[in-house]
């Protein structure tokens, strides 16, 4: 029987958040400005640790930080607190200093203590110290009027959290999470699957996962290290597709040629003869094994380097998190689009043009009528150039990534140009500008809050970034709110959509279903034990 588990790993830092660490953990003299910011938002830290009694925070901040002398006598150069005066000596200059207490203060207010969620929260409460700051990063959307844009999104924000807090037990689902681990399992449907040992409690709501021909049972996670608690018990709801357009350098492959790239190849299956004359093209255009890369050759009877118009698509989710301090805050979670027979497995859908309206137009068809099928990038099996052909031996295979045109329709047209495997990284010709494989590499497996620079990012749009809504009542229509952006179609199902099309609504049920049958399963694990007992 094939099993599956799904696991949630706890992202790491960014970079744009490892960046602001260095820039003020290496800055020796603060400005005036930012000093008063500092001092007052590191106050606020304190003041979340303990509200009724915040110097006892600040005095347990500065122990654990191991920062005596000058910051133990002089508190108030480094905390402010609501109604304090200014410090004769001045606030304090040094940089380092604010960090080691920031990130103190982030792991007292974490309430899992295991080291992951300590780390996340330290990065957490440096944000919130640079919050203000010339430290803080700029976002794009920092007029007046986006400011006051952004407050309106803040606000809901808050207010569906609230809800979420107020009329379901989430929280409570993620308090037993931590004593008591579970997971969700997945096995294939047929007559010889075992039914669970817990019985119906340990049936997951189709509201919480679904796919065909599988059915999803909660089961005690027996490797709790490597997981708090579960992906599923952060309710998500998905709002639609995003797409994403680079500029990129691709091999075009010569008309004569794709028929290679057409057949099973990739699949493994040992059509010989087209893969010795694959391997005699490659090595006349200079595939290196070595190194897997393309020589910057460039000519027409072989093939050539162009640059293409490329859209990524992925699916894109709101959800409810659990904040280091327990709370609930939305969320943003990106995933690669379905495919097989299971939706359990996906990878990122690609449209590819040589002009962006092109691509873009066959994006915008793809999402709007979801009827084609999500073949965008295939891996070609190429063996090595010695002329070994042991498919049994997958060591001597190397990897092409292969793009496909598309009609407007998103119907799959054929190959036509193809990258080296290393593609994803820095080492390949494929990116024209590194700041965009960055932002490609940053948002693979997204699962951020939406305070999130890079949520931000998506949540707003650019002239790259557009939105394609899956929930009716949601047009992503211009108004305070870019057209084709997430946060339009937010505003415009806020204001026009009936009760069962809110998105807030949506995620709300959702919430309810992931906490009663979360809850329900524990409680039936603990009933169980209890029935034991009489046994003694």
């Not at 009609?407 to 593609?423: H, I, K, R």
């Not at 590194?434 to 939406?450: A, P, T, W």
């Amino acid at each position: 029987m094939h099993r599956e588990t799904l696991r949630k790993i706890i992202s790491q830092p960014t970079k744009a958040q490892e960046e602001l660490r260095r820039h003020l953990a290496d800055c020796k003299r603060v400005s005036l400005e930012d000093k008063k910011i500092l001092s007052r938002n590191l106050g606020s830290l304190a003041e979340a640790i303990n509200p009724t009694n915040p110097k006892a925070a600040i005095k347990q901040i500065i122990a654990q930080s191991g920062l005596k002398g000058a910051v133990e006598d002089k508190p108030k150069r480094y905390f402010q607190l609501d109604g304090d005066k200014e410090p004769k000596e001045g606030f304090a200059t040094e940089g380092l200093k604010f960090v080691k207490l920031a990130e103190v203060a982030g792991e007292l207010n974490c309430s899992v203590k295991r080291d992951d969620y300590k780390k996340k929260a330290r990065y957490e409460a440096i944000q919130k110290l640079a919050h203000g700051t010339s430290f803080a990063p700029a976002l794009p959307h920092n007029s007046h009027e986006n400011q006051a844009l952004q407050a309106v999104i803040d606000e809901y924000c808050v207010r569906v959290a609230e809800a979420i807090g107020d009329r379901s037990k989430i929280q409570d689902l993620w308090t037993s999470l931590r004593s008591t681990p579970v997971t969700i399992e997945s096995q294939y449907l047929d007559k010889n699957t075992p039914p669970s040992p817990w019985g119906k409690a340990a049936c997951v709501p189709e509201d919480i996962i679904t796919a065909a021909g599988r059915q999803f049972l909660f089961s005690p996670n027996d490797a709790p290290e490597y997981a708090h608690y579960e992906v599923w018990s952060e309710p998500a709801v998905e709002l639609g597709h995003i797409s994403i357009s680079h500029k990129v350098r691709l091999f075009t492959i010569p008309k004569s040629m794709r028929e290679l790239f057409t057949s099973e190849l990739y699949r493994g299956e040992a059509d010989l003869p087209a893969l010795r004359r694959l391997n005699s093209w490659l090595e006349s255009i200079g595939y290196s094994e070595a190194d897997s890369l393309l020589s910057e050759d460039d000519d027409a009877e072989v093939g050539s380097w162009q640059n293409y118009n490329i859209c990524f698509v992925y699916k894109v989710y709101i959800n409810a998190k659990e904040k280091s301090d327990g709370t609930i805050s939305l969320g943003m979670k990106l995933e690669p689009i379905p495919y097989g027979e299971f939706e359990m497995t996906g990878q990122t859908l690609s449209f590819l043009s040589s002009n962006s309206h092109g691509a873009t137009q066959a994006v915008e068809n793809y999402c709007l009528t979801q009827e084609a099928g999500p073949v965008g990038l295939e891996c070609i099996l190429q063996p090595d150039l010695t002329g070994e052909y042991d498919f049994e031996n997958q060591d001597n295979l190397v990897f092409i990534q292969t793009f496909y045109d598309r009609a407007f329709d998103g119907t799959v047209l054929g190959p036509v140009a193809f990258a080296d495997s290393s593609w994803q990284t820095f080492n390949s010709n494929f990116w024209i500008e590194d700041i965009e494989l960055e932002e490609f590499q940053s948002l693979q497996g997204l699962d951020v809050e939406l305070s999130d620079p890079r949520a931000q990012k998506l949540l707003y749009g650019t002239d790259r970034i557009k939105f394609f809504p899956s929930i009716a009542q949601s047009e992503s229509i211009a108004g305070a709110a870019r057209r084709g952006s997430i946060a339009a179609s937010i505003l415009h199902n806020l204001d026009h959509a009936d009760d069962e099309n809110l998105i807030s609504n949506k995620l709300l049920k959702v919430s309810q279903v992931t906490a009663a049958s979360g809850l329900n399963f524990i409680s039936s694990m603990i009933e169980k034990h209890r029935t034991s007992l009489a046994r003694i």
